[in-house]
């Protein structure tokens, strides 16, 4: 099946989000250190944009997982597939996400990393479709509101496609 991809949000409109984004989250952490967990693969190109406009001492560790469950429909039981490499506890973290949907994953991953007892816990988040929630998440940061449509770009995939997009699109297909 052929798709298109129609532009949801210009690449100019991303930037300037993650530029704010970047300017609130340096001043609520001012005089402290913040610990950007990214969590692979969609997170990946917005935790490296934001950082970049973080101006306290940023410190990036990465994590991978994937939920039990059908291709569409996530369980909520997460399973890890990479592991953080370092320690969070004591540390000022920030979770670091493409979509928040169901709300699944995040409510699941959030319980166990307060489990390890970092100083404190947030998320952040470049989209968030509120329509489609499931399971109550508190985001701390988001990006864009989005109707509940499927987008791509900026980290997101279809089929692994798309991530590498300079914006955020809606898949169309014909
Ligand atoms: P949920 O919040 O547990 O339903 O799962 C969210 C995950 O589903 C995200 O991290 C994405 O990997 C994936 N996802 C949800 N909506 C979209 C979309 O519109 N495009 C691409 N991936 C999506
Ligand atoms: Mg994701």
């Not at 989000?17 to 402290?32: L, M, N, P, V």
Request: charged residues 30%; contains cysteine.
């Amino acid at each position: 099946m052929a798709e298109r991809v129609r532009v949801l949000l210009t690449e100019e409109e991303v930037d300037a989000r993650i530029k704010a984004i970047g300017e609130q989250i340096s001043k609520d952490y001012e005089g402290k250190e913040v610990h950007l967990i990214c969590v692979l693969k969609g997170g990946s190109f917005f935790m490296c944009e934001l950082a970049k406009r973080i101006t306290v001492p940023v410190s990036l560790d990465f994590m991978s997982v994937s939920s039990y469950g059908t291709e569409t429909k996530s369980s909520g039981v997460v399973k890890i597939v990479k592991d953080l490499d370092e320690t969070i506890m004591g540390k000022d973290v920030i979770v670091i996400e493409d979509i928040i949907d169901s709300g699944r994953t995040l409510s699941y991953l959030l319980e166990m990393l307060k489990d390890r007892k970092p100083a404190s816990l947030r998320l952040c988040t470049l989209l968030d479709k509120p329509d489609r929630r499931v399971v109550d998440v508190n985001i701390d940061y988001t990006g864009f509101a989005i109707p509940d449509e499927f987008v791509v770009g900026y980290g997101l995939d279809y089929a692994q496609k798309y991530r590498n997009l300079p914006y955020i699109g809606i898949v169309e297909f014909d």
